[in-house]
C-alpha cells in the first residue's frame, strides 16, 4: 500500500484561494498497513459568511457552521490524524494549501508527504478524458460510496465522502493494476528521494518546510555547494530525485557525505545568506555568486566622448551621492559589456568610433554596413549620440539609493517564529540582526561602503515586490 501511514483528506471551504478563503468541513479516513482504521470528520465554523454559490455547491449554511468549532479548536485533533502519515488529496494542493494557511494562521508548523490522486489517475490512465473526481467516480462505478441522504454529510461535496471515495479509489488501483504498476508511479509522482549510500538513511529527516539556506559536505568541513530556498524541505530533496534534474546534481550525489541547514526569517534572510557563503567558503559546486573581480559598470563622464568602464572595486563608493555620474550595470565582466554595447549599435545606430572601437578616420564599421547614423562623418554631433546612447543604457542605470541613510528591512516567518532585521547603507549589507539590541549596534557601527552585485538585485527585487503590491492596491 502506498505507505505504512495514510490520510484521505478532502476539505470544504468559502472559496478557492487559500490566502483569503476559509475551511468549512474536513474529513479523514485513516489507512494504516492497507487497513482503514478510523473515518473522521466536522463541520468548521470559518468564522466569516459563505457565499450563497458556494453554499448551493456543498450544501453547507452559514447557520450549519456557527456553532461548529473553530479551525483553531480543532487543530490538535485535526494534526494527530495526518502528522506522519502520506497526504492523499484529489488536486492535493488545493487541500494541502488550505491546511497550510490554516496552520500558518496559528503560526503552527505543518508538513507532509503530498499524493495528489488527479496526477495518480493522469499517470495510470494517461487515454482518459477527465480526471476531476466526478469523472474518476463515473469511469471505475464508485457512486455507491456516496450516500443518498444528503443530511448525512457522506455524500458528493462532503469532505468525509470525498475522501472515502478516494480511499476505494486506491483499492481498486491496487485491485485493477498491481502493486508494482501502482507504486512505481506514486514514487514518480512523489519524488522519492534516492539516496546515495554514503548518506546515513535519515539524513534528510527534520529539514523543515520553510526559508533557509542548505550546505552539502564532501569529506572535509568546506562545503560543496550552498543553496537556498523558500522551501529547504522541498529544495534538499529534489536534489536526490531519481530523474536528476541536472548534471550537477548527480554529481552532487556522488562526493556529498554530509549536510546541514539554517532556517531564515524570509525569502531576502536566505538569499543574502546564501551570497555572503558563497563568497566566504568559495564551494566547488558554486560559480554563479562567488565574487566576482571582473564585476564592473559603464560610466559616461562625458556624452562627447566614448563610454568608459569602470571595475567596482575601483569605484570610491563611499564620495557616490545625489549628483554623482551615472553607472550603468553592474556586469560580470568587460566581455558582457561589450556584448551590450554591440546589441544596442545595431538596434539604435550608435557608431562604433564614439563608442571608442575604431581609431582610424572616415565612415566606421557600422556606417559600412548601414547601421550607424553618421556621428563619425559628421552628420550627428558627438553630443547628440551621447544622448542617445546614455537613453538606450536607460534600462541599466544603476538606481538611487532611495532613502535617506541607512534601510531597515524586516522579515518574520510565521511556521518557525525566526524574525530578522536586514541593515543596508547604499546598496551596501550592513548586517543582519536578530534583536533589537543587534539592529542598534548595526544601525550605529561604522563600515567601509562598497558594493555588491548580488546586493544590489536582492533589494531591488525586494523593492519590486513592495512596488507592485502598491500599484495592486491602488
Not at 485493477?176 to 508511479?185: I, Q, S, W
Not at 550552498?226 to 529547504?232: A, D, P, T, Y
Request: negative net charge; hydrophobic residues 40%; proline residues 6%.
Amino acid at each position: 500500500m502506498l505507505a505504512p501511514s495514510i490520510a484521505f483528506v478532502d476539505v470544504e471551504t468559502t472559496g478557492t484561494a487559500p490566502k483569503d478563503a476559509r475551511i468549512t468541513e474536513i474529513g479523514i479516513v485513516r489507512v494504516i498497513e492497507g487497513e482503514a482504521i478510523e473515518e473522521w470528520s466536522s463541520l468548521v465554523n470559518p468564522e466569516c459568511s459563505i457565499p450563497e454559490a458556494i453554499q448551493a455547491l456543498t450544501g453547507i449554511t452559514d447557520d450549519m457552521v456557527r456553532d461548529a468549532p473553530t479551525f483553531a479548536q480543532l487543530r490538535q485533533e485535526i494534526l494527530s490524524r495526518i502528522e506522519g502519515s502520506l497526504f492523499v488529496a484529489h488536486n492535493a494542493r488545493f487541500d494541502y494549501g488550505f491546511l497550510k494557511h490554516e496552520f500558518r494562521r496559528l503560526e503552527m508548523p505543518f508538513s507532509a508527504e503530498v499524493l495528489c490522486t488527479v496526477r495518480l489517475s493522469r499517470r495510470l490512465f494517461p487515454e482518459a478524458v477527465g480526471h476531476g473526481l466526478d469523472a474518476v467516480v463515473a469511469r471505475h462505478g464508485l457512486e455507491g460510496i456516496f450516500s443518498a441522504d444528503p443530511q448525512s454529510r457522506r455524500g458528493r461535496h462532503s469532505a468525509l465522502g470525498d475522501a472515502r471515495v478516494l480511499w476505494s479509489f486506491v483499492q481498486l488501483l491496487y485491485r485493477t493494476r498491481g502493486e508494482m504498476e501502482v507504486e512505481a508511479a506514486v514514487k514518480r509522482l512523489l519524488k522519492i528521494p534516492s539516496l546515495p549510500p554514503q548518506l546515513a538513511p535519515d539524513a534528510l529527516e527534520g529539514i523543515p518546510e520553510c526559508p533557509g539556506i542548505y550546505r552539502f559536505y564532501g569529506v572535509n568541513d568546506l562545503p560543496l555547494y550552498v543553496g537556498k530556498s523558500v522551501n529547504l524541505r522541498e529544495r534538499v530533496r529534489s536534489h536526490f530525485s531519481s530523474d536528476y534534474r541536472s548534471s550537477n546534481d548527480l554529481r552532487l550525489s556522488q562526493e556529498i557525505r554530509r549536510l546541514d541547514w539554517e532556517p531564515c526569517a524570509g525569502e531576502m534572510g536566505a538569499l543574502l545568506r546564501e551570497s555572503q557563503l558563497i563568497k566566504t567558503c568559495l564551494p566547488l559546486h558554486n560559480h554563479r555568486l562567488r565574487r566576482k573581480e571582473t564585476a564592473c559598470f559603464i560610466e559616461l563622464t562625458n556624452l562627447g566622448a566614448p563610454p568608459e568602464v569602470r571595475l567596482v572595486r575601483d569605484i570610491d563608493w563611499s564620495e557616490r551621492g545625489p549628483g554623482a555620474t551615472p553607472l550603468y550595470g553592474p556586469f560580470a565582466s568587460k566581455v558582457h559589456v561589450r556584448a551590450l554595447l554591440e546589441e544596442l549599435a545595431s538596434e539604435h545606430g550608435l557608431c562604433w568610433r564614439c563608442l571608442g572601437w575604431e581609431k582610424r578616420g572616415g565612415p566606421c564599421f557600422a556606417r559600412q554596413v548601414r547601421k550607424c547614423r553618421g556621428a563619425c562623418i559628421g552628420e550627428e554631433t558627438t553630443q547628440v549620440h551621447g544622448v542617445r546612447l546614455a537613453t538606450a543604457l536607460g534600462p541599466w542605470k544603476l538606481r538611487d539609493w532611495p532613502w535617506a541613510g541607512r534601510a531597515v528591512i524586516r522579515e518574520r516567518d510565521p511556521v518557525n517564529g525566526l524574525e530578522a532585521a536586514h541593515v543596508f547603507d547604499r546598496w551596501h549589507h550592513v548586517g543582519t540582526a536578530g534583536d533589537e539590541r543587534e539592529l542598534e549596534d548595526l544601525l550605529s557601527t561604522r563600515v567601509e561602503i562598497g558594493f555588491d552585485p548580488d546586493v544590489y538585485k536582492i533589494v531591488l527585487q525586494h523593492l519590486g515586490k513592495a512596488e507592485a503590491v502598491t500599484a495592486h492596491s491602488e
